[in-house]
């Protein structure tokens, strides 16, 4: 059995591992060859209840720093075999992932979520799924008819993640046996996008790869309120459901049955509406289209703050003199940057929000006459844009049958879960607070400690494993989401059944 | 009257009998067209009886017009331009009033127009390339008539097509005047007027932020609403044209009207060129046998294939002789210098061969034996470029037809290599114009650029007149223009031509520009 090593050891692992994620496939057999281990040694525990049975399995796991193990036979058998493993892969052990499907994972709200309704209907029942298995075998058109044969399925091949695809046509799974290859398309999906802090590497300052830190994931944070603010005000979507990707990102389904039907071309079009590209190519940039676009405006007004703080303050990206030069390359007139270049030689460190300021100082006090005072405040909010405008992945948007790591899973690197981001309190969003599923399955075995003697029985029973641990309240965020997405859906199934008796009598072009 | 629409069983504007005793004997009647405005969706098909010649006639007219349509856009033309020029193609033979205009023909123009659209709809609806040209080609004559409208006729046209769209009312245009502004780049001498609309409708304005949106509505300036009638045009013509290819074979018409059909989707290949016998150049100097290979660089592609192809091998097939032979004479050869060409490049064969298997064929062209009474004397007409893309295309061994339509598009340059053209960027517009299956465009390039000093010469000069330098589509004309700009210095002016003028234009386009 894989190790779970203490939250305070996992954080420098991280860098290093993240590159060798190819390493997993050696592991499991280790694991599972451990984990025999482990069970031949349960029987002479002699432990009292079923349940603390299944626990010493964990017990076991975390025999390395734990001191609440019940035995201590197995620990010299299991010293060994520690050492020579790497400790990354864990996250992807079979069994650990078996525990977290049978007793975490929230199937029948994300059942429900996908299915609009509490009945299996075909928006689950030919919904594709694909698996990531511990292997690293990838097998797509998975479909099922109920929530419960789902996590059947999720229990005995324990992916390491899957990921959520279209409803298609017909049943996925039967995608072979139609004649013409036409009549298997996919039919509906949620509107998503992907905001992934890779795209921001060109800007941040802090950290690098595949790491993050509080600073940089204000970036995330600006771009989640810049989005959100969009689809709500703009295209009018109510049902938005934002998830931490489980590393350094976050993604949102949009799950409105106007967003739901949206073809491949209204797709790229919203993607598109969203996307603000400098036109840096070429080297020469095109501005930014004025009178401003209210969208623009409005995602301006929402990020001024945060450029103030996050970017000049925190993340001090002109900083050093050459990091200045990329600065000075984002203004057109050569006078003004080359009088700045000089204030600069002359006054070496000096902080982003000094050199920022400087620019309209310098500028005034030059009088420069190529620049006027109205560009160059244009100038400056396209800089400002660049360094705080949402940078989507926007291919993951635009078709219908893009696959998306589903919400809750586990992610593979990290282990945290990928839970749900509650927008009403998106500040206080913190990635590196978010729970493991290792942190979480000892959570379940504390809160069955704590409370054996304190609780009689049959309560304690009635608590779900989940209720435990923290997943408790991102769970419960979510199901509150999709009450009310079912909510919406079944007054507009009513109401669609009136509409058939009037009969549609406009000719809509 | 052919209707080929589907769904409506009983069209809008068939006035049924209700009495089911008296239905079943009872005529047809449709209510009678009546056409309030001069633009036109063509959503309903027409329902009266027309005369077999005005069916064939209005569309024969229509074709012209789209014809010189798509010469306009093959030459990238500016809408100005385009505009000037269809001017007075339109006035002569589809003129469309304004309802302002006391003309009492206004209905019957509308009824012309409205005819010969379905008709044509008819013609060019079998295969997917005609379709599109066909759609293509009459939203741009939708978006020239547009522009030339009045603005309040055209408004009150827009606002007869149901699109559901609805005008900003007033209150809710004074709340957010600004970011209206904004969102659509309103310029300064624009009105100030927008209407709103569900924003899956207006998906490229949106992909552009050119709208303002508000909760799924989109607010957009009404300048776009000509781009989206135009869009919507486009979209309802392409899937009814569909559906006609549908219905198509349904139709029992095959002595009447599908020969009119066809030769109508005919035309569309490459429009309809004449041969003119003044594209003989035996005026000004006499060919001759041995003159032939010096002359070949005058030849258009096809016939400098032909060419080559009978110098390599010493012989030709069947239709390749024919062709070449029939081009020979068009250029001004005699039957006897005819005969002593082929004699001496047959050289691999006997005399006897040659007089038993191919001399008579040669008289044959020439109209010096056999044929009927009435060509006798003249023979057969050389072949247009029409004629050489539509009739079948060669096998292998054979090397008629329209090289540009038979080779693939690498063997093609290669060969144009071989006769002598190598700049790139013409090689890739020829490329282009053969996707794009336009062949006597191609060829026309090849033309100008082969000639392009000379054309300058004569343009700057104006030494020819306009319709002398357009569109090649017969390979005499080629030949001939060809042979008179390499040989400008040595023609004078005046002393050319049957008629005495030296206006000798190629025959297809001269007939177009009569007027």
Redesign the interface.
């Known amino acids: 059995m894989p190790h779970a090593t203490s939250p305070s050891l996992e954080a420098p692992d991280n860098d290093v591992e993240d590159s060798h994620m190819t390493d997993a496939p050696a592991v499991p057999l280790n694991n599972a060859a451990e984990s025999q281990e482990d069970e031949a040694e349960l029987p002479t525990n002699g432990s009292t209840t079923n349940i603390e049975n299944m626990f010493d399995d964990d017990d076991e796991d975390d025999d390395e720093f734990s001191s609440s193990v019940p035995t201590k036979t197995e620990d010299s058998s299991q010293d060994l075999p520690q050492q020579h493993q790497p400790s990354k892969p864990k996250y992807s052990s079979p069994d650990i992932l078996r525990q977290f499907y049978q007793r975490l994972f929230p199937f029948r709200p994300l059942f429900q979520w996908l299915n609009h309704s509490p009945t299996p209907q075909p928006d689950f029942q030919n919904r594709e799924f694909a698996f990531v298995l511990p292997g690293g075998a990838y097998i797509r058109y998975q479909s099922f008819a109920s929530a419960d044969l789902f996590r059947k399925q999720c229990v005995q091949m324990t992916p390491e993640r899957f990921e959520i695809g279209p409803q298609y046509t017909i049943n996925p799974r039967d995608r072979k046996q139609v004649r013409k290859a036409s009549a298997f398309r996919p039919v509906m999906k949620e509107l998503v996008f992907d905001i992934d802090m890779t795209d921001y590497d060109p800007i941040r300052t802090c950290c690098e790869g595949a790491a993050i830190c509080n600073k940089c994931w204000q970036f995330i944070t600006m771009a989640v309120k810049v989005v959100d603010a969009a689809l709500r005000?703009?295209?009018?979507?109510q049902h938005i459901l934002w998830v931490y990707s489980g590393r350094r990102g976050a993604h949102a389904w949009i799950s409105d049955k106007?967003a739901r039907e949206?073809d491949d071309?209204?797709r790229?079009?919203?993607a598109?509406?969203l996307v603000l590209t400098m036109g840096n190519e070429q080297g020469k940039r095109a501005g930014i289209?004025r009178?401003?676009?209210?969208?623009?405006?409005r995602s301006l007004k929402i990020l001024n703050s945060y450029f103030q703080t996050d970017v000049l303050a925190d993340q001090d990206p002109w900083q050093s003199s050459e990091q200045a030069e990329k600065l000075l390359q984002l203004l057109p007139d050569t006078k003004l940057t080359a009088a700045l270049q000089k204030k600069w030689d002359s006054m070496p460190g000096r902080s982003s929000n000094q050199k920022w300021a400087d620019i309209d100082a310098v500028a005034e006090a030059g009088n420069l006459s190529t620049l006027e005072p109205k560009k160059l405040m244009e100038v400056k909010q396209d800089i400002r844009l660049e360094y705080t405008y949402p940078r989507l992945d926007a291919e993951v948007s635009k078709k219908l049958n893009h696959l998306l790591k589903s919400p809750f899973v586990v992610h593979p690197g990290t282990g945290r879960v990928c839970v749900p981001i509650d927008v009403r309190d998106l500040e206080s969003f913190d990635p590196l607070t978010v729970p493991t599923v290792t942190e979480l399955l000892k959570e379940i075995d504390e809160w069955d400690e704590s409370h054996k003697g304190s609780v009689r029985e049959e309560e304690r029973v009635k608590v779900q494993d989940w209720q435990k641990t923290r997943l408790k309240g991102y769970v419960e965020y979510f199901r509150g989401y999709v009450a009310t997405l079912l909510k919406e859906e079944s007054r507009g199934k009513r109401g669609r059944e009136e509409d058939v008796g009037v009969g549609a009598e406009?000719?809509?072009? | 009257m052919l209707a080929v629409t589907s769904a409506p069983r009983i069209a809008s504007n068939k006035r049924t009998v209700v009495d089911a005793r008296r239905q079943q004997f009872a005529k047809t009647r449709h209510a009678p067209e009546e056409y309030p405005h001069r633009l036109n969706f063509y959503l309903v098909p027409p329902a009266g009886d027309i005369a077999l010649e005005q069916f064939e006639e209005w569309a024969i007219a229509r074709l012209k017009v789209l014809g010189e349509l798509e010469s306009c856009q093959f030459r990238n033309k500016t809408p100005a331009e385009t505009d000037e020029h269809m001017k007075p193609v339109l006035d002569k033979y589809m003129r469309l009033s304004s309802n302002a205009s006391r003309s009492g023909e206004v209905q019957d123009e509308r009824k012309r127009d409205h005819y010969s659209h379905w008709t044509l709809r008819l013609a060019f609806s079998s295969t997917p390339d005609l379709r599109q040209r066909f759609a293509r080609l009459e939203t741009q004559l939708l978006k020239l008539r547009m522009a030339s409208d009045d603005a309040r006729e055209r408004r009150a046209f827009i606002d007869s097509?149901?699109?559901?769209w609805e005008t900003l009312s007033e209150e809710e245009k004074i709340t957010w005047l600004d970011?209206l502004?904004?969102?659509t780049?309103l310029k300064r001498d624009e009105e100030e007027s927008w209407f709103k609309v569900a924003?899956?409708k207006v998906?490229?304005l949106?992909?552009?932020?050119q709208c303002?949106?508000?909760?799924?509505?989109a607010y957009v300036h009404v300048r776009e609403q000509q781009t989206m009638v135009i869009n919507?045009f486009s979209r309802?013509l392409e899937t009814g044209l569909e559906l006609a290819a549908r219905n198509l074979p349904r139709m029992d018409e095959d002595n009447r009207l599908s020969p009119i059909l066809h030769h109508l989707s005919q035309s569309f290949v490459a429009p309809d060129a004449g041969y003119s016998e003044s594209s003989s150049i035996g005026d000004i100097t006499t060919p001759t046998a041995a003159a032939i290979d010096g002359l070949s660089q005058h030849f258009p592609l096809c016939m400098q294939n032909l060419h080559r192809e009978l110098r390599k091998n010493s012989h030709l097939k069947h239709f390749g002789r024919l062709q070449y032979t029939l081009f020979l004479k068009g250029i001004g050869l005699s039957l006897q210098e005819c005969i002593l060409f082929w004699r001496k490049s047959f050289k691999l064969i006997a005399d006897d061969k040659f007089k038993s298997d191919y001399l008579y064929n040669i008289r044959h062209a020439y109209g010096d034996v056999g044929g009927d009474s009435n060509r006798r004397g003249r023979g057969y007409t050389p072949y247009s470029c029409q004629k050489l893309l539509t009739e079948p295309a060669p096998s292998a061994g054979q090397t008629h037809g329209c090289p540009y339509r038979t080779y693939n598009p690498d063997n093609l340059l290669s060969l144009l290599q071989s006769v002598g053209v190598s700049d790139r960027t013409l090689l890739q517009g020829v490329k282009e114009d053969v996707g794009k299956q336009r062949y006597h465009i191609a060829c026309n390039r090849v033309f100008d650029y082969a000639h392009k000093a000379q054309i300058k010469k004569v343009k700057d000069e104006g030494l020819w007149s306009a319709s002398e330098l357009d569109l090649v589509l017969h390979p005499n004309a080629y030949f001939k223009r060809s042979f008179l700009l390499k040989n400008l210095g040595k023609v004078k002016a005046g002393d050319l031509g049957v008629d005495g003028a030296f206006g000798v234009s190629s025959g297809g386009a001269g007939e177009k520009m009569e007027e």
Not at chain 2, 161 to 164: E, I, K, Q
Request: aromatic share 10%; proline share 6%.
């Open positions: 005000e703009d295209f009018g979507f106007r949206m071309s209204k790229r079009s919203l598109n509406y289209r009178p401003l676009h209210p969208h623009i405006d406009e000719m809509e072009f | 097509l149901s699109m559901s970011q502004k904004a969102a780049n924003w899956e998906p490229e949106v992909e552009r932020r303002l949106l508000k909760r799924g509505v919507e309802q």
